[in-house]
């Protein structure tokens, strides 16, 4: 079975650093989304891509923050400078089309420690 | 958006069938009802949905309140391995793609008894 692609699974760096988070969707997934997941709350979208475009990014820290996805099949996350309040699980998702039914396939994660 | 409310946590023991409710008071004719399960360690993963009729799948059933303002998960028999945090979601099928984003909640947490 077909599954979302993330690496890291883990990461650790110290604040101020630049980190980068890849994910690869699954096979002709046109949609695309990265949720942060803080310890005991649930996911929240930080961005939603429709193959290489971004349609929603209302929740992402711009100052700090940056998402790609050029060829419109993997994406990047990019933080940079990493703050402690950065600390969390970063999920990427991806569906075929973006409709109210459609399902989202989650890759295992990447868990992000800010020292 | 409408909002969903969920019991914290529950408990079940293995092989038992297991109730999870979900309130949803103020949603609309268009919101599709969600359900996803987060595994330890793990993304989510689906589970159900729903509009207005009761539906089954090889994971569980979702039963839908005939006023709609709530929702009952049925797992049929607990295992071990459905040991996870349950979200209860509404989709709004008038919006456009951009926000067909999954809105999640905190969560029942179950534990599931050997």
């Known amino acids: 079975e077909a599954e979302v692609a993330q690496s890291p699974r883990y990461k650790i760096t110290e604040k101020s650093q630049a980190v980068a988070f890849w994910c690869d969707p699954i096979s002709g997934h046109a949609t695309l989304y990265w949720y942060r997941q803080i310890l005991g709350q649930g996911p929240e979208l930080l961005v939603q891509f429709q193959d290489e475009s971004v349609v929603d990014d209302s929740q992402l820290p711009k100052d700090r923050f940056s998402a790609e996805r050029l060829k419109g099949v993997d994406s990047t996350l990019k933080i940079q400078p990493a703050e402690l309040g950065d600390s969390a699980m970063y999920l990427c998702?991806?569906?075929?089309?973006?409709?109210?039914?459609?399902?989202?396939?989650f890759g295992p994660g990447t868990r992000l420690t800010v020292l | 958006d409408a909002k969903t409310t969920q019991p914290n946590s529950m408990e079940s023991n293995e092989e038992e069938p297991v109730h999870l409710p979900c309130n949803h008071s103020?949603?609309?004719?268009?919101?599709?009802i969600h359900w996803y399960r987060q595994l330890p360690s793990q993304g989510p993963e689906y589970v159900i949905h729903?509009?207005?009729s009761n539906v089954n799948n090889r994971m569980a059933s979702l039963a839908i309140a005939e006023d709609r303002k709530s929702s009952t998960l049925i797992l049929h028999r607990a295992t071990l391995r459905d040991a996870a945090v349950y979200y209860c979601i509404l989709r709004d099928v008038r919006r456009g793609g951009s926000n067909y984003k999954l809105t999640f909640g905190k969560g029942t947490l179950l534990t599931v008894n050997p």
């Open positions: 998702a991806s569906s075929q089309l973006a409709t109210s039914t459609d399902t989202q396939y």
């Open positions: 729903g509009l207005t």
């Open positions: 103020t949603i609309s004719g268009t919101d599709y």
